[in-house]
DNA sequence: AAAAGCACTTGATATATATCAAGTGCCTGA
DNA sequence: TCAGGCACTTGATATATATCAAGTGCTTTT
């Protein structure tokens, strides 16, 4: 389980047998069944959770019970809320599993500790959440500049991982448009080719 | 012209005269009249950049040359291209003047250097780009969740100070709608209360 | 193996938003 | 101080996307 987690740590940063155990020990597996949630609207999210295995999704729910995608994340990734983890305060937001998943859970106080302990630690977090910034950024830029099949087309160039085996209807969700939308924009690009 | 990253910098943190003085030391100050370009898509982004005075906006420019307003920010905000800095590409936005601005450069290596010998000022800016990614988040999920008059709505809430300085056909562009839509939108939005 | 439930597609129509084209009023710079 | 140029508004129309309503074919459950 944890060997996913620490062949993609020592492919980013150096670190020491007793480094890679002092991370080991405060990970808590999670293993999620599909459609399971592992956060829900109102709770408040404590931890930094890695995925091993599987694939899952944020998404919020508006007043018309609309479920919005806000984000996928797969194997290597890291997934969570970073407004309640960094404000403490209920999430306005849920994450469930696409498929069976495995994740590595870190909680709050744990991964500061990390970080103080072990600075190259510290500076992935950093960078990642820098990379998590400009991706995000992107994403903004596409949403304001591009119609509804310049999104999806960008979309697939970028995360075609992610557009193979997630369900279409999350994928238009993600991109602000309805899954008719999407089956008939998928239809004219494919005459188009 | 430090005076007033000063006061923003000890409002966040302690600060020694010391430390303050080896931050006023890497700054160098930078004015800018109103439409000045701050950066120019194409260019390498190498600082990082608070505003003491003004107000600028970050945009790009699409194939029709229509432009899209990525940011607005003003005096106590920081401003810059995260990705140019971060990857050291050419930059694929533009940042300009709206009004007469101020703003301290710190370039890339003085301000890793700050971060390395000012602890408390690398937790700030931790916490800085946490707080961005949230916010740029919330703008994700508005912009996949809402319609042209409740993103305007929450805009207003979200910013009134930006709302009430820069044009209205920015914040149209910003919000992702032409600037005649919002117009109307206003139009009904005031009939409404 | 049949039944039920999804996910996706397709068609008809409605609606939101964009586009094009004037028109107004207010700054601003010569 | 006047002329020109913006920024914003408004109207008419076009277009993109949403909504509603079936219909098809898989997959899952029993």
Redesign the pocket.
Known sequence: MFEIFAQYLQSKIELSDQELKMIEEVCVVRKLRRNQYLLQEGDIWRYNAFITKGCLRTYSVDD?S?EHVLNFAIENYWIGDRESLLNGTPSRFNIDAIEDSTLLLISKENFAGLMKSIPQFQDLVNLIIERSFVAIQDRINNSIS??????YIRFIEKQPQIALR???????SYL????????????QSSKKQ
Request: charged fraction near 30%; aromatic fraction near 0%.
């Open positions: 018309r609309m591009l119609n509804a099949e310049e999104k997630v369900p279409q209807h999350m994928i238009a602000g448009m309805t899954p008719e939308t999407l089956s008939r924009i998928r239809k």
